[in-house]
């Protein structure tokens, strides 16, 4: 699965964007996509996570207050609604996407996908916040 990020840009703290995951076709119903966040010198840090079998999602316990993840089947895209921003949360945000097994439940693969990542990235997308 294909996918683009859109969205970021600058926004003062306290400020909100909703950043945009978009598929070039189909998102399989054994498919989940995550996003994921980089600071420049910093491991990539998985944020959440919603399963095309299920609509069930999984966010970082640090974020789930202000981050949401959502879906619209209908337009093949993911979205990260972030609100409340603060200047730690200027990154390069990226999405994913990973199949899931049906041994696991969403709680769990989603937990796992979010640690281990992907073996593919696309450019991300800048969200910078200023104080």
């Known amino acids: 699965v294909q996918l683009v990020e859109s969205g970021g840009g600058l926004v003062q703290a306290g400020g909100s964007l909703r950043l945009s995951c978009a598929a070039s076709?189909?998102?399989?119903?054994?498919?989940?996509v995550g996003w994921f966040r980089q600071v420049p010198g910093k491991e990539r840090e998985g944020i959440s996570c919603?399963?095309?079998?299920?609509?069930?999602?999984y966010n970082t316990d640090s974020l789930k207050d202000r981050f949401t993840i959502s879906r619209d089947n209908a337009k093949n895209t993911v979205y990260l609604q972030m609100t409340s921003l603060q200047p730690d949360d200027t990154a390069v945000y990226y999405c994913?996407?990973?199949?899931?097994?049906?041994?696991?439940?969403?709680?769990?693969?989603?937990?796992?996908?979010?640690?281990?990542?992907?073996?593919?990235w696309g450019q991300g997308t800048q969200v910078t916040v200023s104080p």
């Open positions: 076709g189909f998102i399989p119903d054994d498919y989940a």
């Open positions: 994913a996407s990973d199949r899931f097994s049906e041994a696991f439940t969403t709680n769990q693969a989603c937990r796992f996908f979010l640690s281990r990542g992907s073996d593919s």
């Open positions: 919603i399963s095309f079998r299920d609509g069930g999602t």
